[in-house]
C-alpha cells in the first residue's frame, strides 16, 4: 500500500469560502493574462482594447442581472461590494441630500458577514443609529419582526440572500414588499442592499425577480477568479467613492480595473446564472442524503439553520456539542478533506460562531460547529467519505 500522503484523496467541502476557476472562465481570462495587458485607462490601441473588454464584460453582467450596464461597478470582492454599497450610500446621504448622520437609521442582522457588521460598527460611530432585526431559529428575517424595525428615519435595510454559514436563505422579495409599502405609508425612501455573494450558483439573482437596490456579487464564491467582486445598482441609485484615486468605473472605485478578473466575472456569473435550478436541485438531493447520513453516523450532530427551500442547496452547518471542532477540522484535512468551522472571513482557527449562537442561544453548540459546502460536482460518495472520517474521529476522541 502506498503511504505517501501526497496520494490522499482530496475531497472540497469548502465552497462557501472558495470554487474551482471553471474552464470556460479561465479560457476567456488568459488573453488578458499575457498578450492583452493593457491599461483601459490608456488612450493607445492596447489600452483601447482593455476597455473594451471591461465595457463588454459590464455589459454581459448587466443583462445577466436584468439591469442597465451604468449599474454594474466592479470592485476588488464582495467585502469592498458590501463596504462600498453602505458607505457610498450613507455619504451620498450626509454629503448631497444634508442629512445628519444622527437622523439616517440602518437595519440589518446580526448574522450578517464580517464585511456588514464590522461597517455597522463603523456607522455607530458616526452617531448612525443602528437597528438589528431579529431572526427566528432558522436564522429567517420575519415580517413582524422586519415591521419592529423599520421607522420614519430608515433610510438602509442591508442583509445577506443566503447567510454564508448556516445557509439561511431569506424571502427577499416579501420583505422588500413590505418595505415598500412602508414606504408609501410613511413617506420615507428606503434602499436595500443585498449581500448576494453566496447566491449566484444556486439562487435567481435578476433584480426584477428580487426588488432591491443594490446587490453584492463576488466571483470567487461562483466559479470566477478570487479579488473580483461587482456592485450592482438598480437605475437611479447614487453613491459616492469611499476611496480617492483615478476615477475609474464611473468615479465611484478609483484604481486601474483587472480586466482579466473582471472578463472572468462576467463569464463566471453568466455560467452560474444559466441553469442554476436544475444545479440547485441536483445538490438539494445529495445535500438531504448526507445530512441523514451525518445523523446516522454521528448521533449527537445537531443540525444548525433551516429546512429545504430555507436552506442554501449546498449547504450543510451542525454542531457536535463538547467535541473540539477546530482540531476536527484539522483531523479532516490531513485526510483529505477540506472542510470549516464557519465563514473564512469571520476568522481563521476557533471560538464561536456568531451566526450559531444568535440564531440558537447556546453557546456550546455554537463552539462545536462544523461547515460542509458542497461543489456543483460534489457528489454523495464524496461527502460520505468525509462523514466517515468525522465519524471515526469523533469515536476516538470519545474513547
Known amino acids: ?86 458607505f457610498g450610500y450613507v455619504k451620498y446621504l450626509h454629503r448631497i441630500k444634508k442629512i445628519a448622520y444622527q437622523d439616517m437609521e440602518v437595519v440589518t442582522t446580526k448574522i450578517e458577514h464580517p464585511s456588514i457588521t464590522g461597517v ?17 431559529e432558522e436564522g429567517i428575517i420575519t415580517i413582524p419582526a422586519l415591521e419592529a424595525v423599520l421607522s420614519e428615519k430608515t433610510v438602509l435595510v442591508t ?35 443585498l449581500d448576494a455573494a ?27 477568479p478570487k479579488g473580483v467582486g461587482v456592485l450592482a445598482l438598480r437605475g ?18 478609483s484604481g486601474t480595473e483587472n480586466v482579466a478578473g473582471i472578463v472572468g466575472m462576467a463569464k463566471a456569473l453568466e455560467l452560474a446564472q444559466a441553469n442554476y435550478k436544475e444545479k440547485a436541485e441536483s445538490v438539494a438531493k445529495i445535500r438531504d442524503e448526507a445530512i441523514i447520513y451525518l445523523q446516522e453516523k454521528i448521533s449527537t450532530v445537531i443540525v444548525n439553520g433551516g429546512q429545504g427551500e430555507v436552506r442554501l442547496a449546498n449547504n450543510i452547518n451542525f454542531s457536535i456539542p463538547n467535541l473540539d471542532t477546530e482540531y476536527a477540522v484539522i483531523y479532516l484535512d490531513t485526510h483529505g478533506v477540506a472542510c470549516s468551522t464557519k465563514s473564512a472571513c469571520a476568522g481563521a482557527g476557533g471560538g464561536e460562531s456568531i451566526v450559531v449562537k444568535t440564531i440558537t442561544g447556546d453557546a456550546t453548540r455554537a463552539r462545536s460547529t462544523i461547515r460542509f459546502s458542497l461543489g456543483e460536482n460534489t457528489n454523495i460518495e464524496d461527502v460520505k467519505y468525509a462523514i466517515d472520517i468525522l465519524a471515526t474521529h469523533c469515536e476516538k476522541m470519545q474513547g
Not at 453613491?239 to 480617492?244: A, E, G, N, S, T
Not at 476615477?247 to 472605485?253: A, C, K, L, Y
Request: with cysteine; charged share 25%; proline share 4%.
Open 1 to 86: 500500500m502506498n503511504n505517501d500522503k501526497s496520494e490522499v484523496k482530496r475531497v472540497h467541502l469548502d465552497n462557501a469560502a472558495a470554487t474551482p476557476l471553471k474552464s470556460e472562465v479561465f479560457s476567456v481570462m488568459s488573453p488578458f493574462l499575457t498578450e492583452e495587458f493593457g491599461n483601459p485607462s490608456s488612450i493607445h490601441k492596447e489600452g483601447v482594447r482593455a476597455r473594451r473588454a471591461v465595457d463588454e464584460a459590464r455589459s454581459s453582467v448587466a443583462r445577466t442581472l436584468e439591469i442597465k450596464s451604468p449599474g454594474v461597478i466592479f470592485t476588488g470582492n464582495g467585502t469592498e461590494s458590501n463596504n462600498l454599497a453602505i
Open 120 to 136: 455597522m460598527e463603523e456607522l455607530i460611530d458616526l452617531g448612525v443609529f443602528v437597528k438589528f432585526v431579529e431572526v427566528d
Open 159 to 193: 442583509f445577506a440572500y443566503a447567510n454564508s454559514e448556516v445557509g439561511t436563505v431569506q424571502p427577499v422579495l416579501r420583505l422588500v414588499r413590505r418595505i415598500r409599502k412602508f414606504e408609501e405609508v410613511k413617506g420615507n425612501e428606503i434602499k436595500v442592499h
Open 198 to 224: 453566496q447566491a449566484p450558483l444556486w439562487l435567481p439573482c435578476a433584480f426584477k425577480q428580487l426588488g432591491v437596490d443594490m446587490m453584492t456579487l463576488d466571483a470567487g464564491k461562483c466559479g470566477g
Open 236 to 253: 437611479g441609485i447614487e453613491i459616492l467613492p469611499i476611496m480617492q484615486g483615478g476615477g475609474q468605473e464611473d468615479g465611484v472605485r
